[in-house]
């Protein structure tokens, strides 16, 4: 099956290499890059192709499949949601309408399932404090996707509480056209030995003013996405093997889009537009990052240069416009073991402003 695009121009279709986490801050082949350019023709959009097959990292260690085609269960209230993540045996959740959430849910220890959103499905936060905050908190699982689904919190506010949705412990994860918004301690993240992830047409965003004077001590706390705990968690070597593909780092964000330590992560073919931007990729403690093809748009410090880290690379024609701050890499990053179709340079930003985020109708797929 395909993912639908909202986009009503005549578009190239791209078979894009689809096979199928709290607060602060396995082996696999990597022989060869595969990465290769999709251009588009008269200034039309190259588009991602089947959706049976998962980008990047998520498609080793034998791929992500999810729930696959099990029957779904349909949930739209807290209780609901709730009893769904924590069966085992429902294997699709289906997430209706706006849920508002009343204590933090915890989705834990199992294998294969997948939770979706309808059009316009929210889940949502109110919870500023710091031991009540967060939407879901993923741990030791494997093989899950998640699609379609806003996440909402209540806004930054420095308390060292939970992000919106936090991956520990996870492996061979598909988050795909998801949103993102408003997290108390940040949007998503990434930890504790989580490997094989893939997030693709996903946004980032902050649309509330972030409130000051949080215990943590920063009073701005728009810190998006983190990857690894800590300089100290050695145990992440090795892991954190991350592909963000065709994601978009929106209005609000202010750092961490993502930071990153111990991990090869791949950046391609994302958009950077924050003009409340303080640094946008941080490459810290052992960080291996390869920054493929991005668009970055009125920014500042595109790429951070952190003490520690192992390798930037900065590969084929990033673009910069209207930008302050370090473009460059240091170093050789990993080469990754897959294949992936990438849009051109002059396509990202209509394509990625148009298609990212809960922009499905479901878990429907079809031509773009």
């Known amino acids: 099956m395909k993912i639908k695009s909202t986009i009503s121009v005549f578009l190239l279709t791209l078979v894009f290499g689809f096979t199928a986490c709290n607060t602060e ?32 990292w998520a498609s080793q260690n034998g791929g992500t499949t999810g729930g696959g ?42 294998t294969g399932k997948t939770i979706y959103g309808e059009s316009g499905a929210k889940i949502i936060s109110t919870d500023q404090t710091k031991d009540g905050s967060g939407i879901i908190y993923f741990k030791g699982l494997k093989n ?13 506010y420095d308390t060292d509480g939970w992000d919106n949705v936090t991956l520990d412990n996870c492996q061979n994860v598909w988050v795909d056209h998801c949103e993102f918004r408003d997290g108390v301690d940040g949007n998503f993240d990434i930890k504790n030995k989580s490997d094989y992830i893939s997030v693709s047409y996903t946004k980032f965003t902050y649309l509330k003013t972030p409130k000051a004077g949080g215990s943590g001590g920063t009073d701005d706390h ?28 929106a209005s609000g964000c202010r750092e961490r889009m993502p930071r990153v330590r111990f991990g090869k992560v791949h950046i391609v073919n ?16 052992e960080a291996d990052i390869l ?52 849009l051109d340079q002059s396509a990202v930003n209509a394509d990625i402003s148009a298609a990212a985020g809960a922009t499905l109708a479901g878990n429907t797929c079809g031509s773009f």
Do not use: H
């Open 25 to 56: 801050e396995t082996a696999t082949n990597e022989s060869s890059t595969l990465s290769t350019t999709n251009p588009t023709a008269n200034g039309l959009l190259a588009k991602e192709g089947n959706c049976d097959d998962v980008p990047g």
């Open 69 to 110: 085609s099990a029957a779904e269960t349909v949930v739209t209230s807290y209780a609901e949601l709730k009893a769904a993540i924590e069966s085992a045996t429902v294997k699709v959740i289906k997430v209706t309408g706006t849920i508002t959430i009343s204590a933090r849910l915890s989705f834990k220890d199992q």
């Open 144 to 156: 899950i996707i998640i699609r379609n689904l806003i996440f909402e919190g209540p806004g930054a």
């Open 222 to 249: 728009r810190f998006s996405d983190l990857i690894g705990s800590s300089d100290t968690a050695t145990g992440d070597r090795g892991t954190l093997r991350i592909t963000f593909a065709r994601c978009w780092w």
């Open 270 to 285: 994302c958009y950077y537009n924050s003009t409340v931007s303080n640094k946008c990729i941080a490459a810290g403690f």
């Open 291 to 342: 920054v493929e093809k991005n668009s970055f748009e009125n920014v500042n410090t595109p790429i951070d240069l952190m003490t520690g880290l192992t390798a930037v690379t900065v590969k084929d024609d990033n673009l910069f416009v209207g930008t302050t701050g370090n473009q460059l890499g240091k170093n050789t990053a990993f080469t990754p073991p897959y294949t992936i179709l990438t």
